[in-house]
């Protein structure tokens, strides 16, 4: 088992399409599936102790995709909010959501609202979700508004220390660009619907198992005489 591990995770929730394409199913059954994936995920971080899990549901560039399959995406974060957010500030979890919202329907923007302000008091886990998410839109607009750099990095939200994606594809897909400058990657195989504690349990496992430098020296190097200073900083350690 991997040990309790405070620290931001970031999951990339690619393969929807696909899992449903070979079930012969419309895309919108994958999305269904997936929407299951992420309740399973939450309550796995819950037991994992993560600190903060931001999942990315829906990119600015998904816009692109068919009028259905993007009213089922949008229908599904809707019924999320719904029906989690009472479990959600029961079980002390903050909901934030990240990205645009000036594309979004007022009706689920102000349901957005209300479940932030709901959760707001949540101190076991953070869970951001990133709808109509950009991360170089994200940047430019942190950069208008920020006069400094610590109201810039405040802008855009803690570094990630895990990042996960799932379906095979090792890309980053416009997902906070800046904040994984030394995120550790982990890619998997399986598909998002089928992804579950097993797959959150294996990819803690490989965080733990690497060495993080932050561009000093390997703890090994750095105990022989390595500068002060240049000592490793080891997986959670790194987290606020
Ligand atoms: C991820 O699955 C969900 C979203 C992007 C909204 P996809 O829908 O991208 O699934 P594939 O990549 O086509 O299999
Ligand atoms: C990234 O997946 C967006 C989400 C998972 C929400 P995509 O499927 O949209 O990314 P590309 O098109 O393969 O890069
Ligand atoms: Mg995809």
Known sequence: MPPISPIHVAIIMDGNGRWATQ?????QEGHRAGAQAVRRTVEAAIRYGL?????????????????????TLMLLFRSYLTEE??????????????????????????????AELKTARGQRLHLRLAVDYSSRYAILEAARAASNEEEFRRALGPDVDLLIR?????????????????????????????????????SLRQFWSRERRFGGLPAASARQGGEPGSTVLRGARSCA
């Not at 079930?23 to 895309?27: E, S, V």
């Not at 645009?100 to 689920?108: F, G, K, Q, T």
């Not at 980053?172 to 990657?185: G, I, P, R």
């Open 23 to 27: 079930r012969q199913l419309p895309r």
């Open 51 to 71: 600190h903060t899990l931001t999942l990315y549901a829906f990119s600015a560039d998904n816009w692109k995709r068919p009028q259905i399959e993007v009213n």
């Open 85 to 114: 957010v009472g479990a959600c500030a029961r079980q002390g979890i903050r909901l934030s959501v990240i990205g645009r919202r000036d594309r979004l329907p007022r009706s689920l923007v102000s349901l957005i609202e209300q």
């Open 166 to 202: 799932t379906a095979g594809e090792q890309r980053l897909s416009d997902f906070l660009l800046w904040e994984c400058a030394y995120a550790e990657f982990v890619f998997l195989p399986q598909l998002w619907p089928d992804f579950d504690e097993a797959g959150l349990r294996e």
